[in-house]
């Protein structure tokens, strides 16, 4: 059985589709390229796709992960390709590699983040960033299965602060151009409960009351393993890459430095 990793999309518009929506148009894409999958024992069997830690709907991503196994041998970038054809514009695949190593969702330990904020002047944005970052903790609420669920902001995120607009990497053309507009970035190590960007946006209302008056346009450039050192997200799939170049006796210990546990804890 072969397994593939896939780095996709959602843009644009197609920020609004569901974790459920993309489901339903990746298998029929699976469908239409003919792609060999495995499918689970039951009842109701159902294609062999693993999704890792998907965006909330509302939010752009460049980096959103899944692996697939398949009965036969592909080529990744001819599958790749092949599914792209059968996808709606905006859910695009753009990475493709064969899985080598173990624990892909391990890898997802910290993302990065841009908020687009229309309205707002980008020396607001700086303030409220500043003051962010220097508060010790910072609480926020939000609506859990069990009522309002009070927790601290401020733990996970590693890194907040506000950048020129022309350094920007995400670019919404239905959003306002006549208007201030500010740019913050965001790195956030993944814990429990999970710290969200509109979690960050409301922190920044509780400790700099900046809140901007249309919402937020908010985009995932990135998601991997957060280096502590430096700050950085690095590239899960790398480790897939290295071991497909390395030589044959040196493939079993790529695989195995590849197993890297979840990162927690505070910044």
């Not at 009842?43 to 796709?49: D, G, L």
């Not at 970038?77 to 391990?106: C, F, K, Q, Y």
């Not at 990065?112 to 002047?121: A, K, T, Y």
């Not at 996970?156 to 920007?168: G, R, T």
């Amino acid at each position: 059985m072969q397994r593939i990793r896939l780095r996709y999309t959602k843009r644009g518009r197609l920020r609004f589709t569901s974790h459920r929506d993309f489901q339903r148009a990746f298998e029929r894409a699976l469908r239409r390229a003919e792609v060999p999958m495995a499918y689970s024992a039951g009842f109701t069997p159902h294609p062999k796709v693993s999704y890792a830690n998907a965006a909330p709907t509302g939010t752009g991503s460049e980096a959103e992960y899944l692996e697939i196994a398949l009965t036969e041998t592909r080529d990744p970038d001819t599958l790749r390709e092949l599914l792209n054809e059968s996808m709606p514009s905006g859910l695009d695949i753009v990475d493709a590699v064969e899985s080598r190593t173990s624990g892909l969702a391990d890898r997802l330990t910290g993302s990065v983040w841009e908020l687009r904020l229309d309205g707002v002047e980008p020396a607001d944005a700086e303030r409220a960033a500043e003051a962010f970052r220097a508060a010790e903790v910072v609480e926020v609420q939000r609506r859990a299965k069990n009522g309002m669920r009070t927790f601290d902001a401020r733990a996970a995120v590693v890194s907040l602060e506000a950048i020129a607009s022309d350094e920007a990497i995400s670019h919404d053309a239905d959003r306002p151009t006549d208007q201030p507009c500010a740019i913050l970035r965001l790195v956030v190590r993944h814990v429990t409960p999970a710290v969200r960007p509109d979690d960050v946006l409301s922190g920044l209302r509780a400790v700099a009351d900046l809140a901007p008056p249309v919402a937020a346009a908010v985009t995932r450039l990135a998601q991997g393993l957060l280096d502590d050192e430096t700050g950085t997200v690095t590239d899960p799939l790398a480790p897939d890459r290295e071991a497909a170049t390395a030589p044959l006796e040196n493939q079993g210990a790529a695989a195995a430095a590849a197993k890297v546990p979840a990162t927690e804890g505070p910044a």
